[in-house]
């Protein structure tokens, strides 16, 4: 059981490259979640996704682009990399029952030099 | 929105000694989840314990526990006979339940536990 994969675990840009971090998950959630954690901060969410086709803005959105074409899988994409998009990243999803719990991928650590 | 604050970046405690967390948050909700999440250096994010806004009773996860105060809005975590395995960041976290626009976690900023041997 995967749980929530993520790739890769650390990745260093040039500022104005575009990249994706990858979000798989093999529990059939329809929800799923990216955030970033920057230092001193708790997660800060950046954009979600309620099933397949449907995405929305976190707190967070700018700069970044989601899609949601399969149920498995949330890709995250930084259009044009800067500085201050240097962060670790979570992707997350999260089981709609009574318990409602929330499972987190490993992280991505990433650098934007 | 919800904000959830800790007010102790740092804390230490010794080995075998019981630590409490704390942490208040802000909401006009009255069903609610809240979470507490461990951090080690790894980065990872491991669920510690959670809690109902509907309980009344006090959640307990073995050395784990959390003292609820609905009225004061106030959730703070209690370690039992730390362990250097203890050693992490943790995080308070708020969430509403379903169908209420429920998508995210609100995360407070962090307390640094150390255990000292």
């Known amino acids: 059981n995967a749980g929530v994969t993520q790739t890769p675990k650390f990745q260093v840009l040039k500022t104005g490259q575009s990249m994706t971090l990858q979000c798989a998950q093999d529990?059939?959630?329809?929800?799923m979640s990216w955030y970033r954690q920057d230092p001193g901060m708790g997660l800060r969410l950046i954009h979600y996704?309620?099933?397949?086709?449907?995405?929305d803005q976190g707190e967070v959105p700018n700069g970044y682009n989601v899609s949601r074409s399969t149920t498995e899988d949330f890709p995250l994409r930084l259009l044009s990399a800067a500085p201050s998009q240097t962060s670790v990243y979570f992707c997350?999803?999260?089981?709609?029952?009574?318990?409602?719990?929330?499972?987190f991928g490993e992280g991505s650590w990433l650098t934007v030099v | 929105a919800q904000t959830v604050t800790q007010s102790q970046p740092e804390m230490s405690v010794q080995e075998a000694e019981t630590v409490t967390l704390s942490c208040t948050y802000d909401t006009s909700e009255n069903n609610y989840y809240l979470f507490w999440y461990k951090q080690p250096p790894s980065r990872q994010m491991i669920l510690v314990i959670r809690q109902e806004a509907y309980k009344q009773q006090n959640a307990t996860e073995n050395r784990f526990s959390v003292n609820f105060q609905k009225a004061a809005k106030s959730f703070s975590l209690k370690i039992s006979d730390s362990q250097l395995g203890d050693t992490a960041m943790y995080f308070c976290a708020f969430m509403k339940p379903p169908g209420a626009g429920s998508y995210q976690l609100t995360f407070g900023k962090g307390t640094k536990l150390s255990v000292i041997p």
């Open positions: 996704s309620v099933g397949a086709g449907i995405t």
């Open positions: 997350a999803s999260r089981e709609v029952d009574q318990r409602n719990t929330i499972y």
């Open positions: 529990m059939n959630h329809e929800y």
